[in-house]
């Protein structure tokens, strides 16, 4: 069965960083293109960042695009978020998801607060 485990989440201060990991397993990793999504308070959920299976190419959100970083190591099974000059915009639920399945993990919390 596909599983997803997201990790890396924390509380950080306005303009700093963190680094998000997703574990996958029950599914081929490397054929699917991958996603990262996010849901603050009171917001529906978003997507932020994709990338290819192979990671070739990435796609962001407007939001995050030139601070966020999606990679993947389809040796490790395992699909990073890079988060730079974070603000206080980015406080939500991050969630990792490949695209066509319909299995979702249970987040990782980033609160970005002084």
């Known amino acids: 069965q596909v599983q997803l485990v997201e990790s890396g989440g924390g509380l950080v201060q306005p303009g700093g960083s963190l680094r998000l990991s997703c574990t996958a397993s029950?599914?081929?990793?490397?054929?699917?293109?991958m996603e990262w999504y996010r849901q603050g308070p009171g917001k529906e959920r978003e997507r932020v960042a994709s990338?290819?299976?192979?990671?070739?190419?990435?796609n962001y959100a407007d939001s995050v695009k030139g601070r966020f970083t999606i990679s993947r190591d389809n040796a490790k099974n395992t699909l990073y978020l890079q988060m730079n000059s974070l603000n206080p915009e980015d406080t939500a639920v991050y969630y990792c998801?490949?695209?066509?399945?319909?299995?979702w993990g249970q987040g990782t919390q980033v609160t970005v607060s002084s």
């Open positions: 029950g599914f081929i990793f490397s054929v699917f293109a």
């Open positions: 990338i290819t299976p192979v990671g070739g190419s990435t």
């Open positions: 998801k490949a695209r066509g399945l319909s299995s």
